[in-house]
């Protein structure tokens, strides 16, 4: 079944894509709004009980209408749940427009316009940047985006799927990364300010729960890229950018299609009160400058090898769970 929601949602999601600005996310932001304002006294026990309200109860609900629509209706209502679930958590959509504009300005020269396009974007200041450095945050930004939304709520829902706790596993990865950085969001506003305890529970459960996803979408991009590069970026230049998972994904990216990455980091610009608060892949406040890669000066060609390189490893997981599904099945 996992293998057929997750086919029906990113066929929807390509059709019809969520829009920026929809009342789940809103619901969500309230969400994570309440449970801070009611629970964060600012002790560490505080910080860990908000956490669990904000992201596994949403979770344990979305699994107790699965497993309600299962036992009385049948699966194709719980498939069709499991399609919603994905489709509000899962997808291209929410982010490959700002990479299409702006692949679409360079590849006509137009590195101005390229410049505003990843500005607006990330809210970043991007006014000085050579072409060659345009092309490189595009990448970064583009391949973190879709591991988070993509890769690694493939990941999660896979995993728990094969027990029965597929839309748990979809639920709890996106809150995991949102309520993360959306806390921190909120410290910058300084509105109903989140406690540091608070801050660092869902920083440390972040960092735990896209550790598997992380190494996964690394092992995948290896596959359809140049493996031995991958996994040696992987193994020797992931420790030079300053998170570790993201710094696993960059460094296979970079290996699998021979492409400096790393170096200064782009600084925020725009008032917190202008920040996007939801979706993954946005430029943090508090990113920090890294060490460059080994590999080509990067170029407008490596974006089209990047869409390839993506594209590719989403095969490579449909192959992957259209396998494990007819194993199942004949067995």
Partial sequence: MSFFAILLALLIEQARPLGRSNPIHAGLRAWARTASRNFDA?????????WGLAVLFPALVALAIHWLLWVFVGWPAAMLWNVAVLYVTLGFRQFSHHFTDIRDALEEGDEARARELLAQWQQVDASELPRSEI???VIEYSVLAAHRHVFGVLA??????AVGLGPAGAVIYRLAEFVSRYWRYRNRVGQEAVSEALQRAAAQTWT??????????ALVFAVVGNFEEAIDGWRYHA???PNDNDGVVLAA??????VRLGGEALKVTAL?????????????AESAD??????????VAHLAQIVGLVWRSVVVWMVLLALLTLARLLG
Wanted: no cysteine; net charge negative; hydrophobic share 35%.
């Fill in 239 to 241: 420790q030079r950018f």
């Fill in 156 to 161: 999660w829902y896979s995993v728990l799927a």
């Fill in 272 to 284: 917190p009160s202008q920040l996007p608060e939801f979706s993954a892949g946005e430029a943090d």
């Fill in 42 to 50: 600012g002790k560490p026990q505080h910080g860990w009980i908000t």
């Fill in 253 to 258: 990216t970079a290996g699998a299609i021979n």
């Fill in 208 to 217: 735990v729960i896209d550790w598997l996803p992380a190494r996964l979408t």
């Fill in 290 to 299: 890294s060490d460059s890669t080994p590999g080509r000066e990067p170029e």
């Fill in 135 to 137: 092309v490189r945050h």
